[in-house]
C-alpha cells in the first residue's frame, strides 16, 4: 500500500501565496513522475502541474505558469507546489498524484480557496 498525505491549503486572500505539500509513504518501488491535479465545484478534475524523476523536467497548465511552481525531494519522497499570485479562480481542491512502477496513487485533496 501506498500513502499520499497532502497538507498546506487554507483560505488566502487574491494575490497571496500558499504552498503545497504531498508525501508519500508506504510500499514504494520507484516513483517516477510526482504531479498535481485539481478539481473546482462543478467542474472536472485537471492537471496543474507535473515534475519528472530524473532530470526534473517540469509541465504546467498555461494559466498557472509564472504562477506555480512544481518541485520535488526525492529523498522524502515529496513533492511541492509553490503558488503564487493566487487569483479566486485557482479555488479548488488540489489533489497530488504519483506514478511509480506498479501504478499511480492520488492523494486525499487538500482545499485550496482564494477570496477576500
Known amino acids: 500500500q501506498v500513502q499520499l498525505v497532502e497538507s498546506g491549503g487554507g483560505l488566502v486572500q487574491p494575490g497571496g501565496s500558499l504552498r503545497l505539500s504531498c508525501a508519500a509513504s508506504?510500499?514504494?518501488?520507484?516513483?517516477?513522475?510526482m504531479g498535481w491535479y485539481r478539481q473546482a465545484p462543478g467542474k472536472e478534475r485537471e492537471l496543474v502541474a507535473t515534475?519528472?524523476?530524473?532530470?526534473?523536467?517540469?509541465n504546467y497548465k498555461d494559466s498557472v505558469k509564472g504562477r506555480f511552481t512544481i518541485s520535488r525531494d526525492n529523498a522524502k519522497n515529496t513533492v511541492y507546489l509553490q503558488m503564487n499570485s493566487l487569483k479566486p479562480e485557482d479555488t479548488a481542491v488540489y489533489y497530488c498524484?504519483?506514478?511509480?512502477?506498479?501504478?499511480?496513487?492520488w492523494g486525499q485533496g487538500t482545499q485550496v480557496t482564494v477570496s477576500s
Open positions: 508506504g510500499s514504494i518501488s520507484s516513483i517516477n513522475t
Open positions: 498524484r504519483i506514478w511509480e512502477l506498479l501504478g499511480n496513487y
Open positions: 515534475i519528472s524523476s530524473g532530470d526534473k523536467k517540469t
